[in-house]
Nanobody, 120 residues
Framework: QVQLVESGGGLVQAGGSLGLSCVVSGRIGNWILEMGWYRQAPGKQRDLVAVITSGGSTSYANSVQGRATISRDDAKNTVYLQMNSLKPEDTAVYYC?????????????WGQGTQVTVSS
């Protein structure tokens, strides 16, 4: 059974920094295509924040470009998101996502989400 457990959310003042972690359990390490972070603000759709592929390539949403860094530790099956210069509009529930190719199918796995609140 695959589980993603996020941690690191909380309340931070505008201009501050926050680091999120997501530990992936379950035997899918060899089949992971990419790991990423998404976020969903109240009343809005879930949007991509950042992704990192199995090869280490990264991409970021324009809204966090230059302020966010995604990284992964394959030995720990963990993906990280460091965000700096936080803004009130970064307030959202942040979800960890893993895309894995298993038996010729690409599957999405999601964490339960962690709340990030940025106060002005």
């Amino acid at each position: 059974q695959v589980q993603l457990v996020e941690s690191g959310g909380g309340l931070v003042q505008a201009g501050g920094s926050l680091g999120l972690s997501c530990v992936v359990s379950g035997r899918i390490g060899n089949w992971i295509l990419e790991m990423g972070w998404y976020r969903q603000a109240p009343g809005k759709q879930r949007d991509l924040v950042a992704v990192i592929t199995s090869g280490g390539s990264t991409s970021y949403a324009n809204s966090v470009q230059g302020r966010a860094t995604i990284s992964r530790d394959d030995a720990k099956n963990t993906v990280y998101l460091q965000m700096n210069s936080l803004k009130p509009e970064d307030t959202a529930v942040y979800y960890c996502n893993v895309k894995a190719k298993i038996f010729f199918r690409t599957l999405d796995f999601w964490g339960q989400g962690t709340q990030v609140t940025v106060s002005s």
